[in-house]
């Protein structure tokens, strides 16, 4: 999947320094407003660091609870988000997004044993573009995100659901490049590094009986992330 959007992402590149000719000047002045549509959604980071605890040498310790660790498969990692941009002044904007997935997967041929993920995912922080250009703007900045992450396995033959609630709260830096390929569209590629905090509750169920419970919690540093944002500007 990362390969195709990065094919994709050349293609349009290529497509936009052809456009430059026409004197296509970013939108980052103050008023300056776009919407988001970004393909890797705004869960990235916080998936990333959960997928960083689950497969690391230490193990999940707590964190993973009853039912043991999610499967964060790409149909989840890469639900798209939506988002906007608000240029407060010239060249720095208020930046936010949301996303959400839900993905349900069958173990078996009868539909008995399945498990699935649901995500959600708001992120709010500031943009500021260090360098402009004929059709391309080069910005910094940094992020805050809150996410849920919703792991369900149930088997109906065995009368058993297991759920595992997952809270993420993870703060990163970026930098990455507009490129407008038309005078109202561009396309960003961005860069995140930062760290998450996480924890973990949920629910065991056997027939008429359930079990609540609590796990741990843990940090994790030096997360990174990438994405590509479609930028619809007005």
């Known amino acids: 999947m990362k390969k195709v959007l990065l094919v994709l992402f050349i293609i349009v590149l290529a497509a936009s320094l052809v456009q430059a000719a026409d004197d296509i000047r970013p939108k980052c002045k103050k008023g300056d407003r776009s919407l988001l549509f970004s393909f890797n959604g705004v869960s990235g980071l916080l998936l990333n660091g959960l997928g960083s605890i689950f497969g690391g040498e ?15 498969n790409t149909s989840t990692l ?6 906007g941009l608000y240029y407060m002044s010239d060249y720095t904007a208020l930046r936010f997004g949301i996303g959400y997935a839900n993905v349900k997967n069958a173990e078996d041929e009868d539909g008995d044993v399945t498990d699935s993920n649901a995500m959600m995912a708001i992120s709010a922080g500031l943009q500021y573009h260090i360098a402009t250009a004929t059709a391309v703007s080069i910005y910094t900045g940094g992020e805050f995100y809150y996410g849920t992450l919703s792991a369900t396995a149930e088997d109906k033959d065995a009368e058993t659901e297991s759920t595992t609630s997952y ?14 390929p038309w005078k109202n569209v561009s396309l960003d ?5 930062g760290y998450a ?9 056997i027939g008429d009986d359930s ?5 741990g919690s843990t940090t994790v540093m030096g997360i990174s992330n990438w994405g590509i944002t479609l930028n619809i500007h007005f």
Do not use: C, R
């Not at 590629?189 to 590094?193: G, H, V």
């Not at 079990?211 to 796990?215: I, L, R, T, Y």
């Open 167 to 180: 809270n993420g709260i993870g703060v990163a830096g970026l930098i990455g490049a507009q490129f407008y």
């Open 197 to 205: 905090s996480f924890s973990s509750s949920g629910e065991y169920t």
């Open 58 to 72: 230490g193990g999940d310790g707590d964190l993973a609870g009853l039912q043991g660790h999610p499967n964060l």
């Open 78 to 83: 890469y639900s798209p988000g939506v988002g």
């Open 189 to 193: 590629m961005e860069y995140q590094i």
């Open 211 to 215: 079990d609540d419970w609590k796990g």
